[in-house]
């Protein structure tokens, strides 16, 4: 991340993978994907793929985690050891231990934990494949399996990331963009009440840049929305 | 809602005719089935004074949904009926629950809930207890119970009572669990679809609003069957003529 190569990332007016600076991956969405769970649901942009399972809200042990007068939540972000190039070791490390963190912040806002206390949420984020914007990409399937599980929520959370490459501002970068970009931001926001709930930033860019980068982002983020309300009503279609 | 009603009718004729035929019986329950599912965070309309039940919050004047659900809005009342979820216990609810360990003055009931209830033994039995009385002879581990809920305080600290003509032990059988937001639609408008199950399979059933049912009989596997299918298809229109027929065919 950040760091100059002679690779070329725009090539005639369009991305390495031949898209245009502000559109999405294909993206599919499902949800009700894991049985045993409360809520579940897939996300996959492009060739990242996460998997995100809701359980609970459900009896909070050890006993002294519990708070009397709101429930919590709990997210694990995970990626599985085939889900890179080589072989990430698999189990928690600092990155994902700051990514579940970041995804439970994200998320938190958007929950009535007050309609539950001494209870938790737990919400597992699995990554299957990895190819840039893991993050953001897990926070999408949790949002869409935590209104699948029916926890109250005030809004869906949608998130994308935006970024930097070859002097462009473009959304939704792939591993490779991540990687020799010039900067990289991660943003979650509650696209219905125009509020963002994570903003997390890599590189250098200008005051300039940052307020159209947020504003790229906060665009991709009501597309991504309404992907998700979609498949959510499709899932209870009638007839 | 009208154009999409003429809508509907061009594409597929036979069930506008079925829903006519339901409304004229149950006009509610037609209205209620045409109305499209809402998401958590949609608009569904100003306040305009009137009462924001469950499944709903507001925001200044503006109201909107906490689940996804199909909301219920009327000139008094504005109430979000989730489609999924579990069980969150509410005073008078009368539910199904398993003894989950005897204390000295009562007992541990898990109610299929986030949280545990608790049975004392002035609720449990009617006659006088000595202190010395080992009470595990009323109710023992993994009895099943019809109990009602007496009181949930602010942080969900539950009581239940068998102080109500429908609590008591219930004996053999087997007991399902389901989504508890499903059972309005187990039961039916005035108990018909449970009716339909009862008389058809000749089962013994109770139905718990925390989403436990208890069945006893013969065939009860029909009526598992019976019960997991309207708990899938649940949103659907025709769902009692499909139980109907798929209940004449077994039996």
Redesign the interface.
Known sequence: MGHKSDKKLIVEGKRTDGRKFDQLRDVEMKVDVVNRA??SAMVRFGSTVAVAAVH?????FPKFMQE??AGIIRVRYNMAPFSVDDRKSPGPDRRSQEISKVARLALEP?I?LE?????TIDVFIEILQADGSTRVTGINAASLAL??????????VASCSVGKIDGQLVADLNGLEDNYGEADMAIAM?P??NKLTLMQMDGAISRDEFEKLVKLAAESCKKIYDMQ?KV??EK?K?? | MDEETREREAR?PS?EKEIKEVMKEYPDLAKE?LK??V?????LGDKKGRKIGH?A?FEGEKV?S????IPRIDEFEINVM?????Y?PETDDRIIGVINSVEVSGWFVDINS???AFLPVSEGVEEFVDQRTDISRFFDINDIINCKVSRVT???TVQVSMNDYSAKKLYGGVIIKVTP?KIPRIIGKGGSMIQTIKQATKCDIVVGQNGVIWIRGDIKAKAIEAILTIEKES???GLTEKIQKMLGEGV
């Open positions: 409360t809520g609970g809200p459900r009896e909070l009397q007068a958007s009535f309609d539950f206390p001494k209870a209104a699948d599980a029916g926890v109250p929520m005030r809004d869906l509650q219905g009440k309300k959510l009503k209870y009638r007839e | 597929e069930i089935a499209e599912v998401l958590p965070g949609e608009f499944g919050y909107f906490k689940y996804l659900g989730p489609l999924s979820g579990v969150i986030p949280y545990q602010k942080s969900k937001t949103h659907m229109l």
